[in-house]
């Protein structure tokens, strides 16, 4: 491959603009205070317009650090604007240069769209050049790409506008500028830490709790903000003052400063540390030039979209401190500061304090902000969740642009608060934004989520470029993992392909980088024409041309082949002599697997040779018994040789001080896994489908690093290795271990164990009384194992939320173990104990707070259900035969899906409560939609809306504005069931207007839904055995506002099906239900609004079924 030349950096700053627009204003502005702050910036100010570009002009773009682009309305009229946006660009690709685009009067969607101006300009453009579409096509794609890249918005053109701006822009750069040069003294995590000796004070910037904020400069040009807190009152020192320092920042304990400095996060303001005189003590932290989020939100609107992105960040800094157990206390938006690359820092942080060391009992806050266990603080220390509620009031804020409780003073808010009643959440705010918000000012501090869990409330998923970055950061771990003498060129080139159009997803589900990228990188690897000469191989032809040619030099460091689109070859054993600098081979299928078996063939006595420095190893179905006899794998890192033929990896023992990562995967063949004893830095074990392997190395046991170790399918395992000192493991699989007999001991070092699966090892009956020890368990899945006591010792997980247990029919229940022993665990959040001999729960069943599913179903010797954990949303109880009462707390209930499908010795009471119960669950709990299927063949009266057969018809109302939910109702027939599973019910919807125009909406046809629960339109699909007798199906949704709306006046006719055609409906009802109707409406449908309403359409009417479109 041609080598990429370097260049010297004879420039700082090139500056990419257009004359007319800017050069009189923001240009100037710009220029000038760059070269203020000693930064060398490049203007071409000089040459004539209408020149062709010069060389000396494409070499300054060249020798530059950075370029910034200033997008101003009239920049793509000018060729020679667009001539120099083609050459950053490709400077950037090529050279990692760092692209910096400031949009002057110009919304960025116009220029990455090239719309508004653009638009007209590029019509000029291909007039011009009709015979040069490629150079036009470029100049697009260029635009587009660095519109991409995050960056300064300024919509205003006004010129005392620009200096203000201007300044803000100045300082970043100097940033980014001196965060480049100091590039060798970043730490691991990524962030810099600066120390502060020597400093100047510069201006003010604002007035914190103490004193003070001023902007400083140190001797070697960083700049960063610095709050001065006085330590004198009336020229002597002041308990008082001490008294405050010590609660704001913890200056007179070491220990909190020690918290303090150790913080580090990209949405944490960094620490600098502190100086102190006799006058003044000084804390340093990180510059942030934009200022806080009030700033923001009083200068400008902020959208959803915009308010979505901040909070990410919050929690994701929020996230980090409480996983450090720190509460930081005082979360508003004042608190909350961003960058000009809109990067959210998380500030206030004098007021956190380390939960695990100190009693957080003082109140350091504002009052609108505060939690109700913050007002109320007697006799107990408040936490964690008191930052959510603060979340949820800032989300507000935001918002709405104002302070929560704004319409209250201090004191009333804080009497509110003590009250329990959160602040008002307005109705204007989306959907996503009101559930977000509602979700974190829940007045029980256990009922908040988590930052971790809110961060994948759909309020704030993450965007599509947000994820392409997520992907793309980790590629440069695992190259850095690789190659770790190249870790600082390895992250500078990749981190400046974040903002491109890298990843797409094949069909398959995998990741990729995009074509063009893809075939860009292996036009320059090509561009050298003799093969043997290149440094990586990709083409299917050429790799077989060098490997059976024996063509391989040490030129050649990675060979990349996707085997399902290669030609059978026939390899020698010195095939990859003479390639000593390979570091990368990878023999892969993105095809079909049937199609690769013996594509590529070795000799019996596999081969002589593999390169020494090699680090990376994937070869799909290996076709040795072993690897080359003279390999040295000491700096392996990632092995991955799946579906092979090897029954050992090779002879002797080897040193893997580097490997990471180890997967054999279905190699059925495999007997014995080599010593790993020096395999210290191991990660992830992957023997999944070895069903050769008896027995495991003990040197298994030692690798404290080891997070995930698979053996699932491993069918002839019959023991494990200790492993008591596997202090890092996080998941362990074992399903389908059959011959697994015994559970090795645990030891307390294993508090790292997430997931621990024995699914369907049959001959293991116990688990040892030291499972207890496994305090951070989360998952236990104990499905069809032999298992027939549990030990005592279970009650200690108390970190345990999903329990598996179903098709143990051996497994004893008997107190005080078994599921009585489950009561005490309060993290559940799902207990499956499906097709056991329960015959009846315990009562204290309903303290545990979390729980959200609960699978009982086909416990056959089931004959009550007491009441049910008010967190409860799940209940499949389907195919039990003894089951008769079921009893629930209806005012609390949280259920949405409830399953007694051939509970047929379910008695009537029982069932009149179900209904009942889903309908107080509707008035009380508002949840958006719920569902039940249970034995029963009559609609209930006040569905006003029946008819025989699977149709039924209305006319909305002219006025549908106060729809609140829509009830439907089908009987299913029970007689002679075409196949063993009922597949669920669909709904499909179609409207007919009064000129008989069909409309079918792909969104109004219910999708089928997942075993664990219902989608958002709630359908009924339950997995139930074949329906033994008629069975009611009744469930309400609030999702069909907008259809109303559309629809309103018209007839709409309600078809109910099942898909697969293998179940009958004999009788559908539907009922709307309006804001305005009280609960008794539900009971008499005498007295229900909608009934009186001419307009709702006769009860039994019908219409044709609607056009299928």
């Known amino acids: 491959m041609a080598s990429t030349p370097t260049h010297t950096n004879q420039y700082d700053v090139f500056i990419c603009f257009r ?43 060249e020798e530059s650090k950075l370029s910034v682009i200033i997008f101003s309305p009239n920049y793509a009229s000018s060729r020679w604007c667009l001539e120099e946006l083609s050459k950053i660009m490709e400077c950037k690709r090529k050279n990692g240069q760092l692209v ?28 011009v050049f009709k015979k040069q579409v490629y150079k036009v096509q470029s100049w697009r794609e260029s635009l587009r790409e660095a519109a991409n890249i995050s960056g300064w918005v300024l919509q205003g053109t006004r010129g005392e506008l620009d200096s203000e701006f201007v300044e803000k822009v100045a300082v970043d750069i100097l940033n980014l500028l001196r965060n480049m040069n100091q590039m060798s003294n970043k730490p691991r995590n990524g962030r810099i830490r ?79 540390g502190t100086q102190k005189d006799s006058s003044n003590l000084y804390i340093f932290f990180e510059y942030v030039s934009m200022g806080n989020l009030v700033t923001l939100y009083q200068k400008y609107h902020l959208r959803d979209t915009q308010v979505s992105a901040y909070t990410r960040q919050i929690l994701l800094g929020l996230k980090y401190l409480h996983d450090q157990n720190v509460v930081h206390r005082d979360l508003k938006c004042e608190n909350i500061l961003v960058a000009a690359s809109g990067s959210v820092k998380i500030t206030g942080m004098g007021f956190a304090k380390a939960t695990k060391w ?41 918002l709405t642009s104002s302070n929560p409780y704004s319409e209250l003073e201090p004191v009333q808010a804080l009497f509110k608060i003590a009250r329990g009643i959160p602040p008002d959440v307005p109705g204007f705010l989306s959907n996503d934004a009101r559930d977000f918000i509602l979700q974190c000012i829940q007045v029980n501090p256990e009922d908040r989520p988590s930052a971790a869990l809110l961060l994948d409330h759909p309020f704030v998923k993450k965007s599509e470029a947000e994820l392409v970055e997520d992907i793309v950061n980790d590629v440069v771990r695992k190259l850095n993992r690789m190659f770790p003498c190249e870790e600082c060129r390895v992250h500078f080139s990749i981190s400046n392909l974040i903002n491109k159009s890298l990843v797409v997803e094949t069909s398959t589900n995998r990741l990729e980088l995009h074509d063009l990228i893809r075939d860009m990188c292996w036009g320059i690897v090509n561009e050298q024409s003799v093969v043997q000469h290149r440094t990586r191989l990709q083409n299917p032809e050429d790799v077989r041309y060098v490997l059976m040619k024996k063509k391989g030099t040490d030129l050649i460091e990675g060979i990349c082949l ?7 070859m026939h390899l020698d054993s010195d095939s990859f002599v003479g390639m000593d600098r ?11 697997s049937v199609n690769c078996k013996e594509a590529i063939h070795l000799p019996s006595g596999g081969l002589q040779y593999l390169s020494d420095v090699l680090s990376y190893l994937h070869w799909e179905d290996f076709p040795s018994k072993c690897l080359a006899t003279n390999f040295c794998a000491e700096n392996l890192v990632d092995i991955i040789l799946t579906q092979s033929k090897l029954k050992r990896l090779w002879k002797g023992k080897q040193d893997l001080p580097n490997l990471k990562r180890m997967d054999l995967s279905g190699s059925k063949y495999l007997e014995k896994l080599p010593h790993l004893s020096k ?19 003990s040197s298994m046991g030692n690798l404290d690093k080891l997070e995930v170790l698979i053996l699932d399918y491993c069918s002839n395992l019959t023991t494990l290795p200790s492993i008591g000192k596997l202090k890092s493991l996080r998941h362990l699989y074992l399903l389908r271990c059959f011959k697994l ?77 078994g599921l009585w022993s489950l009561a005490n665990l309060s993290s559940l959040e799902r207990i499956d104990v499906q097709g056991n001999n329960l015959e009846t729960l315990p009562e204290s069943i309903i303290q545990l707070p979390k729980v959200k599913i609960l699978n009982i179903s086909s416990c056959k010797r089931l004959r009550f259900l007491p009441k049910l954990p008010p967190s409860l949303e799940t209940l499949r109880a389907n195919n039990c035969d003894s089951l008769k009462t079921y009893l629930n707390n209806s005012r609390s209930s949280n259920l949405s899906s409830i399953n007694f499908a051939n509970c047929i010795k379910l008695d009537q009471q029982t069932r009149t409560m179900i209904i009942t119960d889903m309908l107080s669950n509707f008035e009380i709990n508002q949840v958006s939609s719920a569902a039940t299927i249970l034995p029963g063949n009559e609609i209930p009266q006040w569905f006003h809306c029946q008819s025989e057969g699977p149709l039924v018809t209305m006319k909305l109302p002219s006025n549908c504005g106060g729809f609140s939910r829509i009830f439907f109702c089908a009987v299913l027939s029970g007689e002679e069931p075409k196949r063993r599973k009922f597949s669920g019910l669909t709904l499909f919807c179609g409207f007919e207007n009064a000129k008989g125009d069909t409309e079918n909406d792909a969104g109004n046809e219910l999708e089928t839904l997942e075993e664990v629960g219902y989608s958002d339109l709630s359908t009924c699909t339950h997995y139930a055995d074949a329906l033994k007798l008629d069975h009611l199906v009744l469930w309400y949704t609030n999702k069909f506002q907008e259809f109303f709306n559309k629809f309103r006046g018209e007839e709409v006719c309600f078809e109910f099906k099942d898909p697969a055609k293998y179940s009958k409906v004999k009788r559908c009802g539907v009922c709307i239900i309006y804001d305005e109707m009280d609960g008794e409406s539900f009971g008499n449908s005498s007295k229900r609004s909608s009934s009186n309403d001419p307009e709702m359409g006769t009860e039994g009417q019908q219409l044709k079924r609607p056009k299928q479109s």
Request: include cysteine; proline fraction near 4%.
């Open 19 to 61: 004359g007319e627009d800017t050069r009189d204003n923001l240009t100037t502005h710009l220029y000038a205070s760059l070269c203020k702050n000693n930064i060398l910036a490049f203007i071409d100010d000089n040459l004539t317009r209408g020149e062709e570009i010069s060389p000396s002009l494409f070499k300054a773009i």
């Open 100 to 127: 910096i685009p400031l949009f002057y009067g110009v919304d960025p969607s116009h220029v990455r769209n090239q719309t508004g101006s653009f638009a007209d300009a590029f019509v000029k453009h291909e007039q």
């Open 194 to 272: 600066k120390t502060i000796t020597e400093w100047e004070k510069g201006r003010f910037l604002g007035l914190g709790w103490f004193g003070p904020v001023y902007e400083g400069i140190s001797n070697d040009g960083f700049f960063f903000a610095v709050k001065e807190i006085s330590l004198l009152n009336g020229g002597s020192p002041a308990q008082e003052s001490a008294y405050q320092l010590e609660q704001e920042i913890g200056v007179l304990s070491e220990l909190e400063i020690g918290v303090l400095s150790e913080l580090e996060h990209e949405n944490i303001v960094q620490y600098h």
């Open 358 to 398: 100190i009693d957080v009992r003082s109140i350091m806050r504002s009052a609108f902000w505060m939690a109700p266990e913050v007002v109320n603080r007697k006799n107990h220390s408040y936490g964690l969740p008191s930052d959510i509620w603060s979340v949820g009031c800032t989300v507000l804020e935001m």
């Open 562 to 568: 996707d085997i399902s689109k290669a030609r059978r």
């Open 582 to 592: 390979l570091r990368f081979l990878k023999f892969y299928s993105a095809g079909s």
């Open 679 to 697: 395999a210290r830095n191991i990660e992830s074990i992957n023997l999944r489908q070895c069903k050769s392997l008896v027995k495991l190395p």
């Open 741 to 817: 007999e015994c559970f090795p001991e645990i030891t307390d070092s294993m508090t790292s164990l997430y997931t621990l699966r024995l699914t369907g090892c049959r001959k293991l009956k116990s688990l040892p009384h030291s499972i207890g020890n496994l305090r951070s368990l989360e998952n236990l899945d104990l499905e069809e194992t032999g298992i027939t006591v549990l030990p005592r010792s279970i009650y200690q997980l108390k970190n345990l939320r999903w329990f598996y247990s179903s098709a143990n029919a051996d497994l004893q229940w008997s107190q005080p173990i």
